[in-house]
């Protein structure tokens, strides 16, 4: 048995990752999509041999209510639309994956729970790296207590982008690092000491200020954890960088990617490798989160993990606009 799944927004992450990985998948199936342009659809319909009554637009997607074939919406729109369209999915009575960042503020993220629960269905975010063994390995190192407490992280995620007039340089739009790559240096952190941070100071920056006007292009901020632990993130979009470095009381663990699609590995002061193959994340993801939804148990990454990341993302602008340590 598998659950039909209907892709909001055919950018570069749907065609390239995630329609891909809906092949491999043993629990999800493409069902159907959802496109403002005519002629995607088209294309997509062919190659995927999608039925018309499956291809919704921005307008009449609230009539998926009524198509039995799709059980999950899957949005994969620019940031500030998730909180639309994920609510507009939960009261067609869908359960929701929604991709990262969740959205642009706290609020936003609690409205999009509650319209959830509300309606109840579930919602899960797109954080494929908590499925990635290799990323729940280092997690469980922070949970035995392997080498002791951890002292200090430091965690960067970056590359440098080309493009200009991108969503991702409009503040509108949901755009800057922070939330884009700065959520895998931020998750670093949150999941290599397994705690929330209770303060943040950060600092802004841009080495290109004529294509980011609106939105940082670099931020790096310091998190202090209730066990004493410290971090130093680092994000960018201007500056190739994917790795984190753990220090505990009594020896360390390096991983180089951190957050790739594939390929994250690592190893420990004791001699452990950390490295474990998967076919596709998206496809484990998915699989996951469908399998969650149809046994009922737990989803790894729901609506409330990402809420978790915005509220210290929101820290994070609070302290780049104040110049002072803020707590979160
Ligand atoms: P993209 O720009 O390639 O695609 C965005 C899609 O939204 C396009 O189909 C576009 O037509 C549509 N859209 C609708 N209204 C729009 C508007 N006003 N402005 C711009 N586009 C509009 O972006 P993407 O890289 O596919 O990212 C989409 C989402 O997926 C984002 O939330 C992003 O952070 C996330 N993403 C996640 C990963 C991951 O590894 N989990 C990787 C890439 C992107």
């Not at 949005?75 to 990262?100: D, I, Q």
């Not at 642009?104 to 919602?123: G, T």
């Not at 303060?199 to 292009?217: G, H, M």
Request: glycine share 8%; charged share 20%.
């Amino acid at each position: 048995e598998k659950l039909g799944i209907a892709l909001v927004g055919l950018g570069y992450y749907s065609t390239d990752l995630l329609a891909p990985a809906l092949q491999l998948t043993e629990k999800a199936y493409l069902a159907g999509i959802v496109t403002g342009t005519p002629s995607k659809a088209e294309t997509w319909k062919k190659k995927y041999n999608l039925p018309e009554k499956n291809i919704y637009n921005y307008q009449n997607f609230d009539q998926i209510a009524n198509n039995p074939d799709i059980d999950v919406v899957y949005v994969v729109l620019p940031p500030s639309m998730h909180r639309e369209f994920v609510v507009r999915a939960a009261k067609a009575g869908k359960h929701v994956f929604c991709e990262k960042p969740m959205a642009p503020s706290v609020a936003d993220c609690e409205a999009m729970i509650k319209a959830c629960k509300d309606n109840k269905v579930k919602l899960a975010i797109g954080y494929r790296c908590q499925h990635d063994p290799n990323i729940q390995a280092y997690m469980q190192v922070a949970k035995e207590q392997k080498f002791g407490k951890v002292k200090m992280v430091t965690s960067a995620a970056g590359y440098f982008d080309g493009r200009t007039n991108h969503w991702k340089q409009n503040k509108a739009l949901g755009g800057g690092v922070m939330g884009d790559m700065g959520v895998y240096a931020l998750q670093g952190a949150r999941l290599a000491t397994g705690e929330e941070p209770i303060s943040v100071i950060a600092q802004a920056s841009t080495t290109r200020p004529e294509i980011y006007k609106e939105v940082e292009e670099t931020m790096m901020f310091l998190l202090e954890f209730p066990s004493g632990a410290r971090a130093s993130c680092q994000t960018s979009f201007g500056i190739n960088m994917n790795y984190l470095q753990v220090n505990y009381e009594k020896g360390w663990l390096k991983m180089e990617p951190q957050s790739g699609y594939n390929g994250n590995k690592g190893s420990m002061s004791d001699g452990t490798l950390i490295n474990f193959t998967i076919k596709s994340q998206q496809a484990k993801q998915m699989d996951e989160d469908c399998m969650a939804i149809m046994v009922g148990t737990d989803l790894i990454a729901p609506g409330e993990e990402g809420l978790r990341d915005i509220r210290v993302v929101e820290a994070i602008y609070k302290s780049v606009k104040t110049g002072q340590l803020v707590k979160i």
